[in-house]
């Protein structure tokens, strides 16, 4: 590298030529690459935006001018260029750099941008700050993929934009859909004209000249502009949604060129109003496998950046992904029900709804990033009869909570939710933790709210939601395999609401909820290999809970641990410490055990079920610690919850 690494800052971007800028995105390029090709990341979209990222950081006085990127996907180049480029091989570990933006971990990150179509209302926020103090000489920058313009919250923003007093200027990188795809001279000229400063020039002193005589109004400069928008329309023989939403538009352009680039962006920066530049970049490039395959690309793995063969390990007795347990069940039973539909936003490959998909094509919806929308759209297939598979990850779930209650449960309409991703994901980190979902969805009338301890009570329950439910059901499960081999069982129709016992004890009784049931078995087979006798109740059903296993459970023991991977504000140890009080049960030593009151770190899932204590070494402490108390050789107060807590990793070490 000639260059980059010599780059500490965006200050030393600004002191090279632009041929010398041109050669850092192509170190950029490579370093990206090189980096990934070892430690998996987000691929595709960082190659996009290397232009658009040295442009924006060589023309703006960042971190005083504000960058808001939506979703940190887009935002490698960012890291490396502010002063992260040694640490980024910690990218997405434990203890090291967070795959998204977070102003945690540097004050070039303005925003954190985990979940989609976030950046608009937030720049939006920050440029109306920056007016109403003053601070005429700040810009504010958003950068939003066409992804994420899927998203209602990106045009709710855009529709506020041209009613508030603002300069913001939004950048559209578009490398997929074709909002714009007209190209030609005509086109080329009209972007050189729009942008060039001499034209805004004396198109802001007619405007001026004109309200000094009171010739416009603020109201009649919206007629100015539009009728200046009709215009270009004609010339153009193409009309674009922003400038209906009377927002200055400026493009097609090419993202890849970085001296048209700096060009456009320079002589638009210090326009007055919401202004939208509309870049074409092409996802991965660079990298030949990645422009060709966009989706595969997203997040590829391990790779040979040399061949772009994939590498991926699997050993001969690998159990199935949970997702793919879904997506071929799913097709199974969508084969012998055609009333059976598929819905997901923007994830038919990571929920493996493309496995129906492929064979029905009709009978399976990818909406875009649009959550809110899939509920409503799921819950109107469902009042004329159809049964909707509604797959979202579960902390995208948290995006249509309204949805979920006012759409759905209240009319009691068939909707299944499946939600992917539930519990600890691992190295995307707090913003994609799927563990909130027990907790939001528990108070919510009409709801049936279900976790498998593993892939055959997958299938069950997904069986049961269809034959053996009127109303709406919920199904959690994480990512990553499964525990058993021979996962194809013949689907059975569970008994709502109805827990089970997987092992007999005598000395404590162990109640948990999914797969991470599974570390509390393992942990009760140490135990008992030390003398301790554990029971072991699958709980399968949070709402309604298994209040007759409840009321067993609570004459025969006095000791009692609850076992999740949610966090324990409001999920099933909430639940039964409810049932107890509920029921007069005041003798009962409650322990419960899931994830604290802390938004958790990224790291690999072995690494957050350390911290957290709910990877089996940690339950298995517990089981001792209250056996020691049932012994009388400790006089820990075992139910005051915070006692409890395992301190979690600060989401970002400085």
Same mark, same amino acid.
């Given at each position: 590298?000639?260059?980059?690494?010599?780059?500490?800052?965006?200050?030393?971007?600004?002191?090279?030529?632009?041929?010398?800028?041109?050669?850092?995105?192509?170190?950029?390029?490579?370093?990206?690459?090189?980096?990934?090709?070892?430690?998996?990341?987000?691929?595709?979209?960082?190659?996009?935006?290397?232009?658009?990222?040295?442009?924006?950081?060589?023309?703006?006085?960042?971190?005083?001018?504000?960058?808001?990127?939506?979703?940190?996907?887009?935002?490698?180049?960012?890291?490396?260029?502010?002063?992260?480029?040694?640490?980024?091989?910690?990218?997405?570990?434990?203890?090291?750099?967070?795959?998204?933006?977070?102003?945690?971990?540097?004050?070039?990150?303005?925003?954190?941008?985990?979940?989609?179509?976030?950046?608009?209302?937030?720049?939006?926020?920050?440029?109306?700050?920056?007016?109403?103090?003053?601070?005429?000489?700040?810009?504010?920058?958003?950068?939003?993929?066409?992804?994420?313009?899927?998203?209602?919250?990106?045009?709710?923003?855009?529709?506020?934009?041209?009613?508030?007093?603002?300069?913001?200027?939004?950048?559209?990188?578009?490398?997929?859909?074709?909002?714009?795809?007209?190209?030609?001279?005509?086109?080329?000229?009209?972007?050189?004209?729009?942008?060039?400063?001499?034209?805004?020039?004396?198109?802001?002193?007619?405007?001026?000249?004109?309200?000094?005589?009171?010739?416009?109004?603020?109201?009649?400069?919206?007629?100015?502009?539009?009728?200046?928008?009709?215009?270009?329309?004609?010339?153009?023989?193409?009309?674009?949604?922003?400038?209906?939403?009377?927002?200055?538009?400026?493009?097609?352009?090419?993202?890849?060129?970085?001296?048209?680039?700096?060009?456009?962006?320079?002589?638009?920066?210090?326009?007055?109003?919401?202004?939208?530049?509309?870049?074409?970049?092409?996802?991965?490039?660079?990298?030949?496998?990645?422009?060709?395959?966009?989706?595969?690309?997203?997040?590829?793995?391990?790779?040979?950046?040399?061949?772009?063969?994939?590498?991926?390990?699997?050993?001969?007795?690998?159990?199935?992904?949970?997702?793919?347990?879904?997506? /071929?069940?799913?097709?199974?039973?969508?084969?012998?029900?055609?009333?059976?539909?598929?819905?997901?936003?923007?994830?038919?490959?990571?929920?493996?709804?493309?496995?129906?998909?492929?064979?029905?094509?009709?009978?399976?919806?990818?909406?875009?990033?649009?959550?809110?929308?899939?509920?409503?759209?799921?819950?109107?297939?469902?009042?004329?009869?159809?049964?909707?598979?509604?797959?979202?990850?579960?902390?995208?779930?948290?995006?249509? /909570?309204?949805?979920?209650?006012?759409?759905?449960?209240?009319?009691?309409?068939?909707?299944?939710?499946?939600?992917?991703?539930?519990?600890?994901?691992?190295?995307?980190?707090?913003?994609?933790?799927?563990?909130?979902?027990?907790?939001?969805?528990?108070?919510?009338?009409?709801?049936?709210?279900?976790?498998?301890?593993?892939?055959?009570?997958?299938?069950?329950?997904?069986?049961?939601?269809?034959?053996?439910?009127?109303?709406?059901?919920?199904?959690? /499960?994480?990512?990553?395999?499964?525990?058993?081999?021979?996962?194809?069982?013949?689907?059975?129709?569970?008994?709502?609401?109805?827990?089970?016992?997987?092992?007999?004890?005598?000395?404590?009784?162990?109640?948990?909820?999914?797969?991470?049931?599974?570390?509390?078995?393992?942990?009760?087979?140490?135990?008992?290999?030390?003398?301790?006798?554990?029971?072991?109740?699958?709980?399968?059903?949070?709402?309604?809970?298994?209040?007759?296993?409840?009321?067993?459970?609570?004459?025969?023991?006095?000791?009692?641990?609850?076992?999740?991977?949610?966090?324990?504000?409001?999920?099933?140890?909430?639940?039964?410490?409810?049932?107890?009080?509920?029921?007069?049960?005041?003798?009962?030593?409650?322990?419960?055990?899931?994830?604290?009151?802390?938004?958790?770190?990224?790291?690999?899932?072995?690494?957050?079920?350390?911290?957290?204590?709910?990877?089996?070494?940690?339950?298995?402490?517990?089981?001792?610690?209250?056996?020691?108390?049932?012994?009388?050789?400790?006089?820990?107060?075992?139910?005051?919850?915070?006692?409890?807590?395992?301190?979690?990793?600060?989401?970002?070490?400085?």
């Amino acid at each position: 590298m000639n260059y980059l690494q010599n780059i500490n800052s965006p200050d030393d971007l600004k002191e090279l030529s632009i041929d010398q800028l041109e050669t850092v995105c192509s170190e950029l390029r490579e370093f990206i690459i090189e980096q990934l090709s070892n430690n998996p990341g987000h691929f595709g979209s960082s190659l996009g935006t290397v232009e658009l990222t040295v442009a924006l950081h060589y023309l703006y006085n960042t971190p005083y001018d504000r960058l808001v990127w939506d979703v940190g996907h887009q935002a490698y180049s960012h890291k490396i260029l502010t002063g992260r480029r040694d640490r980024f091989s910690t990218n997405r570990k434990l203890g090291g750099l967070s795959g998204f933006t977070n102003p945690n971990e540097s004050n070039y990150d303005t925003f954190v941008a985990g979940h989609a179509s976030t950046s608009i209302s937030a720049a939006l926020g920050m440029a109306v700050a920056a007016n109403l103090r003053g601070e005429t000489d700040r810009h504010i920058v958003a950068i939003i993929g066409d992804g994420s313009m899927t998203g209602g919250l990106a045009y709710e923003g855009i529709n506020n934009a041209c009613s508030q007093p603002n300069n913001l200027l939004i950048i559209l990188n578009d490398n997929d859909m074709s909002i714009d795809n007209n190209v030609g001279g005509m086109q080329d000229y009209l972007v050189k004209l729009t942008t060039s400063a001499k034209y805004n020039r004396v198109r802001n002193n007619l405007y001026q000249g004109f309200k000094k005589r009171n010739l416009i109004s603020e109201s009649g400069k919206n007629l100015v502009l539009r009728f200046n928008n009709s215009v270009k329309s004609l010339i153009t023989k193409e009309q674009n949604l922003f400038e209906g939403f009377n927002i200055r538009y400026f493009g097609p352009v090419d993202g890849h060129d970085l001296p048209g680039l700096i060009r456009i962006l320079r002589n638009i920066k210090d326009m007055e109003g919401p202004r939208l530049l509309h870049i074409k970049t092409v996802k991965g490039k660079g990298f030949k496998p990645a422009e060709k395959s966009a989706t595969i690309w997203h997040s590829p793995g391990l790779f040979n950046k040399e061949t772009g063969e994939r590498i991926v390990n699997e050993s001969a007795n690998q159990t199935q992904l949970y997702q793919d347990i879904f997506g /071929y069940t799913l097709l199974e039973m969508g084969e012998e029900n055609e009333n059976i539909v598929g819905v997901t936003p923007a994830m038919p490959t990571g929920c493996s709804m493309y496995i129906m998909a492929e064979k029905y094509p009709n009978r399976v919806f990818d909406v875009g990033i649009a959550e809110a929308h899939a509920v409503t759209f799921s819950a109107g297939m469902a009042k004329e009869g159809l049964i909707p598979f509604c797959n979202i990850y579960s902390s995208f779930m948290q995006r249509a /909570y309204d949805q979920v209650i006012h759409d759905v449960a209240l009319q009691k309409l068939k909707v299944i939710f499946c939600l992917d991703r539930a519990g600890l994901v691992g190295p995307d980190g707090p913003t994609h933790h799927g563990v909130f979902d027990l907790a939001y969805l528990r108070p919510i009338p009409n709801l049936v709210i279900s976790s498998p301890y593993n892939e055959h009570e997958l299938r069950n329950l997904m069986h049961t939601a269809v034959y053996g439910n009127d109303g709406p059901f919920v199904i959690r /499960y994480p990512r990553g395999h499964g525990e058993i081999t021979e996962w194809q069982n013949e689907p059975s129709i569970l008994p709502i609401g109805k827990g089970r016992k997987l092992r007999k004890g005598k000395d404590i009784a162990l109640l948990s909820i999914g797969v991470i049931g599974n570390n509390a078995a393992k942990a009760i087979d140490k135990a008992e290999e030390a003398g301790i006798s554990v029971a072991h109740y699958d709980m399968v059903f949070l709402k309604p809970i298994d209040e007759a296993l409840l009321h067993k459970v609570a004459k025969k023991f006095k000791y009692i641990i609850t076992v999740e991977d949610g966090v324990m504000k409001g999920g099933l140890g909430s639940a039964v410490l409810e049932f107890l009080a509920e029921n007069d049960y005041t003798d009962i030593h409650l322990l419960r055990i899931g994830i604290p009151d802390e938004f958790v770190t990224h790291g690999s899932v072995s690494e957050l079920q350390k911290i957290t204590g709910i990877d089996e070494k940690g339950i298995l402490e517990y089981i001792e610690s209250m056996y020691n108390e049932i012994r009388g050789s400790t006089h820990s107060h075992l139910l005051t919850p915070h006692n409890r807590i395992t301190p979690v990793i600060p989401i970002h070490n400085r």
